[in-house]
């Protein structure tokens, strides 16, 4: 089986991971002319491309000998780019020897819409996937999500109802796969960050696609035949519900209050009533990520148990059921 070369078009990659990972490849040819000359001109300073490569090892950690992957770094150190910097890479990686291509970007921007069907068109016709992030702006049925929404690109939105190991497929619809979106904590330079989104959702995608390919031992699929494939694989839910409220038992009840006195403890200003009833955001209580951490540090102390924040998402720790649930298993 030959190896499937990804791109991953984002923030760049941190170097460290690049040294410990024999199969990210840097290719100067691919870069912008402001970090083609040197691979620590790639450095992730805000760890969004990062993720997006690990959250596809992670996927394909036994394939890593069968996958390449390629960083290239359109966001400038402060998270900043342009639809005229990522056509100029696609145009690129239409003289490079690449299987998939992904994106976790679009615009709502119309004026470079002729440029984007023209390249992409072009990387389709060489036998390339794309593969993008819907916007979190615009309808999936319009054409504001470019270029998701394009006829020569596979387009993902993001769902946090779904596991990692599901996603459905939409055959009629622009954006045609959803995959999970709910975010994890992640360390990065000493920073706390969170990865979610319909980025992480489109980095699944990628993997799982890789594998299909692998798998299937797939020469130049066309996107209508990995269309079809994953729609053997497609489940049916209903992605408007994401969590319903159980009845807690007397067990659950002690729980939640050794729970309800840490957030007090740590300051944090929310009632029993809100941590059941209130479904703002499905039954959540509020916190940025340094409290979160410090949340989970204090969970642990209390029930003498060990809750890896990289095992499950925020949105799992920060719904009350679902944390009880974690906390019981352990």
């Known amino acids: 089986m030959r190896k499937i070369k990804i791109a991953v078009i984002d923030t760049g990659c941190s170097i460290e991971l690049m040294e410990n990972m024999r199969n990210i490849l840097f290719d100067k040819d691919l870069q912008l002319s402001a970090y083609e000359s040197s691979l620590n001109l790639l450095e992730d300073y805000i760890g969004h491309g990062t993720m997006c490569i690990k959250n596809i090892m992670n996927i394909l950690k036994n394939y890593e000998n069968l996958v390449d992957i390629y960083p290239i770094k359109i966001f400038d150190n402060t998270g900043v780019t342009s639809s005229k910097r990522l056509i100029e890479v696609l145009y690129k990686l239409t003289k490079k020897d690449i299987d998939i291509i992904n994106i976790s970007l679009s615009t709502t921007e119309q004026s470079m819409k002729d440029e984007f069907i023209e390249v992409c068109s072009l990387l389709e016709r060489q036998g390339k996937l794309i593969i993008v992030s819907k916007t979190l702006k615009g309808d999936d049925n319009s054409l504001l999500s470019i270029p998701a929404t394009l006829e020569s690109t596979i387009g993902v939105d993001g769902c946090k109802c779904l596991s990692d190991d599901e996603f459905i497929v939409r055959k009629d619809n622009k954006i045609e796969l959803v995959f999970n979106s709910k975010k994890y904590i992640y360390i990065l330079k000493n920073s706390i960050n969170d990865f979610g989104l319909n980025s ?31 729609h053997k694989y497609s489940i049916v839910k209903n992605i408007k519900k994401h969590y319903v409220r159980k009845k807690l038992k007397n067990t659950d009840l002690v729980i939640l209050m050794s729970i309800f006195n840490i957030l007090k403890k740590m300051d944090i200003n929310v009632t029993v009533y809100e941590l059941i009833y209130e479904e703002k955001l499905f039954s959540v209580f509020y916190y940025d990520n340094i409290e979160l951490l410090n ?36």
């Open 200 to 230: 992480r959702a489109t980095s699944l995608a990628t993997a799982y696609i890789t594998k299909l390919i692998i798998d299937k031992n797939l020469n130049l699929p066309t996107k209508e035949l990995i269309i079809d494939e994953l």
């Open 295 to 330: 949340l989970i540090k204090k969970v642990n102390h209390e029930f003498q148990i060990k809750i890896y924040l990289n095992k499950y998402s925020t949105e799992e720790i920060c719904n009350i059921f679902h944390l009880i649930d974690i906390i019981k298993k352990l």
